[in-house]
Nanobody, 123 residues
Framework: QVQVEQSGGGLVQVGDSLRLSCAAS???????MGWFRQAPGKEREFVAA????????NLAGSMTGRVAISRESAKNTVYLEMRSLKLEDTAVYYC????WGPGTGLADSYDYWGQGTQVTVSS
């Protein structure tokens, strides 16, 4: 089992930057981590992922240039940094872990999920 704990999020304004954190703990310590989001009335969509080694990242095309993902291996923590936030970035953001994974954009690849954190972008 892997426990995934998220932090960050909240209410921000258009154009702001925001960093979300995600820490994985438990049986597996080498996890690919992915971020997904789901807006009201919409399907869950991929945002970014990083492989278990932290050497390869995968970013959603829709957010290219506005999002970055990184990991601090010593803390088993992954960070999602978003900038130039738009109204349409409002969603619940989920972090997920895939032990020894490559960091895909497919939600089904991830076995363990965080509780979700609300990000609301206001004008």
């Amino acid at each position: 089992q892997v426990q995934v704990e998220q932090s960050g999020g909240g209410l921000v304004q258009v154009g702001d930057s925001l960093r979300l954190s995600c820490a994985a703990s438990g049986a597996y310590t080498h996890n690919a981590m992915g971020w997904f989001r789901q807006a009201p009335g919409k399907e869950r969509e991929f945002v970014a992922a990083i492989d278990w080694q932290g050497t390869s990242t995968n970013l959603a095309g829709s957010m290219t240039g506005r999002v970055a993902i990184s990991r601090e291996s010593a803390k088993n923590t992954v960070y999602l940094e978003m900038r130039s936030l738009k109204l349409e970035d409002t969603a619940v953001y989920y972090c997920a872990a895939d032990p020894w994974g490559p960091g895909t954009g497919l939600a089904d690849s991830y076995d363990y999920w965080g509780q979700g954190t609300q990000v609301t972008v206001s004008s």
